[in-house]
C-alpha cells in the first residue's frame, strides 16, 4: 500500500479554521521563545524547571490552555482538530503544552468537570486549574486494585457536611507535586463493587494525607503512594453523584488519550533521529543488525504518524477516541521498550555507565533535541517498560481491542 492508497484512508489535510489557529500560534510561539531556542534538551533540569512554569503562566495568560473549553471557563472554544494543529507546533519546536501536572489538572479532570461537573463546581474549580493554583493528581490505583480498578477499598463515609476518607492509593503519579487529588472511593460496600464507588475532590494539603515517593529502577521517584488517614473533604465535591464513581472515572479515561494520537509521532521522530546519530557517533550504523533495526523503528514511527492522521480524521468528523485508542497505545509503548532497547545494544558496554545530562523525566522519551549522552538513553531504557504498564497495560488493551474491535468473546475469568 502506497501513500496514494493511504489517502483514500485517511485526511492529510486541515480545514481552513485550523490552519488559521495554526499560524496565530506560530506567531506567539515565535514572539515568546528566546532566541536561540533549540528545544527543552538544551537546558539543564534546573533551568528547564524555571522556563516550564514561565512557560504556563505565558500559556495561562494568553489562553493556550484549555483550547476545546468554552470561552465563558477561560478556554478558547476551538474544535478538536483547531486544538491539534496548536498540539502539534508546541511538539515541533519543543516546548510543553503545560505545566508537570496538566494531564491530570486539565486533560483528565477539567474535561470531566466541564462534561459532568455542576456550574457551581465549574465555575469554583476550572479558573483555578487553568490558572495553576489547583494542582492535581490521580487517585485510581491501589495495591490490590490495579487493572480490576473496581475492586478498590479505599473508604468514604459522609459525616455531617464533610466526606471521611480512609485508605491507600498507589502508583500516583506527580502527587509530590499536587494539592488536589481526584479519588474513588468506596461509599457502598452492599452493593456491586462497580455500583458502590464514589468520585470525590480532596484538599492534599491536610494532616490526613500522607505521601511517600517511591523510587523507580531509573533512580527517579515521579510516583508515589498516598494514604488517607481521617482525610476530609467537602461533601460538595462529589462529580456525578454518590456511588456513581465508576461511569465518571470511565468518562475521564476517555480523555486521557485525547490528543496523543495524532501527536506522540512527533516527540518519537525527534528521538528517532538522535538514536541515527547514536548510532554514526559509535561506528556502527553500517552493522546489518543494527541497521535493519533502525529502518524497522523508521517503519514503526511512520506507522505511527499515519495512526495519528486516522486519529485526526475521526476528530474531523466529529468522532470521539474509542477502543480504537488501545491500538495506539499498545504500539507506542511495544515500539518504545524495543527502540530503547537498540540505543542500549549500540552502545554496548559504554552505556552501562550514566554520564552527562540527564532527563528532566522518566516518562516517555528523554527532551526534545537532548544531547546523546548515557544518562539520556540509560534513564530512558529503564523507563520504558513502564510504558506498556500506566495508562492501561498492554494485555488489558489487547482484551479491549478483541472483545470490542474484533468481536471475540472475553477472556475468562479467573477461578
Request: proline letters at 4%; one cysteine or more.
Amino acid at each position: 500500500m502506497g501513500v496514494g492508497d493511504l489517502e483514500d484512508l485517511v485526511d492529510f489535510t486541515y480545514p481552513e479554521s485550523a490552519e488559521a489557529v495554526r499560524a496565530e500560534v506560530k506567531a506567539w510561539i515565535t514572539e515568546n521563545l528566546p532566541d536561540g531556542w533549540r528545544g527543552t534538551g538544551g537546558l539543564e533540569p534546573s533551568e528547564l524547571a524555571v522556563f516550564v512554569q514561565d512557560w504556563r503562566k505565558k500559556l495561562s495568560a494568553d489562553r493556550w490552555l484549555g483550547l476545546e473549553w468554552p470561552e465563558e471557563y477561560g478556554g478558547r472554544g476551538l474544535s478538536e482538530i483547531e486544538a491539534i494543529a496548536v498540539y502539534e507546533e508546541f511538539a515541533r519546536v519543543g516546548v510543553p503544552a503545560g505545566g508537570p501536572n496538566d494531564a491530570f489538572s486539565i486533560g483528565m479532570l477539567g474535561n470531566t468537570l466541564l462534561a459532568l461537573g455542576t456550574k457551581e463546581q465549574k465555575r469554583h474549580f476550572i479558573p483555578r486549574i487553568l490558572s495553576g493554583e489547583d494542582v492535581w493528581c490521580q487517585g485510581y490505583s491501589e495495591p490490590d486494585a490495579g487493572s480490576d480498578l473496581a475492586g478498590i477499598k479505599t473508604r468514604a463515609i459522609l459525616d455531617g457536611e464533610e466526606w471521611i476518607i480512609n485508605g491507600q492509593k498507589i502508583w500516583t503519579s506527580a502527587a509530590h507535586l499536587a494539592n488536589w487529588i481526584f479519588v474513588l472511593c468506596r461509599t457502598d460496600a452492599d452493593v456491586a463493587k462497580h455500583k458502590g464507588i464514589t468520585f470525590l475532590l480532596c484538599p492534599m494539603d491536610q494532616p490526613g494525607v500522607e505521601v511517600r515517593p517511591i523510587r523507580m529502577i531509573s533512580g527517579d521517584s515521579e510516583f508515589n503512594e498516598v494514604f488517607f488517614t481521617d482525610a476530609r473533604t467537602e461533601r460538595g465535591h462529589v462529580i456525578g453523584s454518590v456511588n456513581d464513581g465508576w461511569r465518571v472515572a470511565m468518562a475521564l479515561l476517555g480523555f486521557e488519550r485525547g490528543k496523543d494520537a495524532a501527536t506522540a509521532s512527533i516527540g518519537f521522530r525527534n528521538e528517532l533521529d538522535r538514536l541515527f546519530e547514536l548510532a554514526r557517533t559509535y561506528g556502527v550504523a553500517d552493522e546489518p543488525d543494527i541497521r535493519d533495526r533502525l529502518v524497522k523503528a523508521h517503519e514503526k514511527v511512520e506507522i505511527m504518524r499515519f495512526m495519528g492522521y486516522s486519529a485526526l480524521t475521526r476528530f474531523a468528523q466529529g468522532m470521539a477516541p474509542g477502543a480504537d485508542a488501545a491500538i495506539t497505545k499498545v504500539w507506542w509503548s511495544d515500539y518504545h521498550r524495543e527502540v530503547t532497547e537498540l540505543a542500549m545494544d549500540i552502545m554496548g558496554s559504554a552505556g552501562l555507565v550514566a554520564g552527562g545530562r540527564r532527563p528532566s523525566s522518566a516518562f516517555r522519551s528523554d527532551d526534545y533535541n537532548a544531547p546523546n549522552s548515557t544518562a539520556s538513553w540509560q534513564t530512558v531504557f529503564l523507563n520504558a517498560r513502564a510504558g506498556t504498564i500506566y495508562a492501561g497495560t498492554n494485555e488489558i488493551q489487547r482484551n479491549i481491542i478483541g472483545e470490542m474491535m474484533l468481536g471475540l468473546p472475553k477472556e475468562p475469568a479467573p477461578r
